[in-house]
């Protein structure tokens, strides 16, 4: 026993370091780390039927109580039996694969021993095979890949060669020669193969940790650099937001060329081949074409596979993936190296990674976008509105000045075609001069007032300065109108005023009346959501804050100071800074 144990300790050694070189090859790493289908089944089962026929051929020969040490690679006299660590591989595939893995290893070693002979043949035979089994069921119930599971493992290990040991002393024969060959046997053979599993557990074990790090540090990479691209994404798939999309994964991945598309032409290629790989212009190569066919990724490994109009292109393999919006492609993503070999299975899977993310992102600029056009479509609408009664009455009024005073009535013409003419211009941009605005009011009390005379009166202080400062259209008519229409009920003349001034870098533009003024409650839900009363509904203050903060956000104010029969007070304060952002923005609600 003394002897043996140092002798099986050295054999087992041999299985060590064939798994520690099976767990280098990627390959075998993707195999413990994923869920197994039959393919990789069928692996398994021959991995782990394999290392049983290695323990069979570096077994330990046992004669009588004679331990000979030199190694076996033959057949076994009736009167021989051998000591290995075939157990120890077969419980090792069925713990990790299944009933499958550990009945196909099993079968595999347990057969290949039963071939050796020897008066242990038949059940060393069937304690692999029962092994397998059994493990295989344990496997499937206890999950190996657990962390600290190998301490589990290595008593089931432990188990199984007990059950070999007992299985010897029932089925081989003569008896006597059994019980001493496992009195000879069974703790070094114990030994070995709980010491042997334990190894084996900690090289998985050390597999699964390996991949665990190398999946965060890809999700932390792929989510910087979809972190890094966002702002562009946002824009859509155009040629200036795909060229810095294109700079930014060059730089942070092992590509040496990098190439974006939509569905009909190059947007940006940045790194090698730029010479004939160029933005706007139809796209160099058929594989491409494929991936938008099919909306599948597309590897290529040589530059046939690339299939590059150009013979001395210098891109030797690349990877394309499809940019989808909707399960629909709608353009491709493409990362080009030299060498043959140039993409790893990290960098693969990395980018992967990013092409769902960027898909993911492109899905969500196509929603901002549409959600954007949708609300522009209607406040457009809100905009184009004008009250039937207005118009009417205004015909009417000037239709009874013809008759009396035609100068008046030509002017008042004049005025309702400005007021016309600025609903359209407002229909058609986000935002115009402050002095356009002005305009649109002044239109509008000429028509009122001519219905109107003396109800009420209109002041303008208005800095030169800000006259030509942009602001949504529709933000004072609107004020002016509800003024007019529900400020002045019981009032024998009202009075609005109207100023406009820069201070530090707000403009602040104010609208007051002496009308009879609201509750509270009223003021607060004014510019927040829209009302049912008799006096209206609240949709254009709502109207007007709303694009206030679409365009402005948090940088702008909209105030409202009223109270019971003391008139009304609203602020609008736009941030001068903002200004040409303001214009940006509204051009992009087009352009999109």
Known sequence: ??????????????????????SRLKSFRRII??????????????VFGVFGIISNYTGIEIHHRSI???????????????????????????????????????????????SFGGYTGIACGISTIIAGIVTGLLGKRFNIREKNAYMRAVIIGVLMECVQMAIILLIARPFESALELVK???????????FGTFIFMLIIQTILLEEDRTRTLQTHRALYIAQLTLPFFRQGLNKESCEQVAEIILKHTGADAVSITNRHQVLSHVGLASDHHIPLKSMATKLTKKVLEQGNIQKATTKDEIQCYREDCPLSSAIVLPLKAHNHAIGTLKLYFKSTNGLSMVDEELVEGLGRLFSSQLEFAEAERQRKLLKDAEIKALQAQVHPHFLFNAINTI???????????????????????????????MLIPLEKELEHVHAYLSLEQARFPDKYEVSM???????????????????????????????KKGVISIHACQENDKINITTMDNGIGMTEDQRKKLGTQTVQSSEGTGTALWNIKKRIDEIYGQQADFKIDSKPFSGTTITISLPVNEQKWGEEYAKSLYSG
Request: hydrophobic fraction near 50%; charged fraction near 15%; aromatic fraction near 4%.
């Open 461 to 491: 202080d208005i800095e030169e300065s800000v006259k030509n400062v942009l602001i949504p259209p529709f933000t004072l008519q609107p004020l002016v109108e509800n003024a007019v229409h529900h400020a002045f009920k019981k009032m």
């Open 68 to 114: 000979l040490e030199e190694w076996h690679i033959g057949g076994l006299s009736g009167s021989s039996a051998i000591a290995n660590t075939r157990i120890m591989g077969v419980a090792i595939g069925g713990l990790l694969g299944g009933p499958i893995v550990g009945l196909g290893a099993g079968l595999i070693a347990g057969l290949h021993r039963l």
């Open 1 to 22: 026993m003394a002897q043996l144990l140092p002798v099986m300790l050295e054999r087992a050694g041999i299985l060590i370091i064939v798994a520690f070189l099976l």
């Open 184 to 194: 000879i046997i069974a703790f070094p053979m114990i030994t070995v193969n709980g």
């Open 399 to 429: 239709s009874c000045l013809i008759r009396t005073d035609a100068d008046q009535a030509r002017k008042l013409l004049l005025q309702l075609s400005k007021f016309f003419r600025s609903n359209l211009q407002g229909a058609r941009q």
């Open 33 to 46: 780390d994923h869920e197994h289908v039959m393919r990789e089944k069928v692996i398994l089962i021959t």
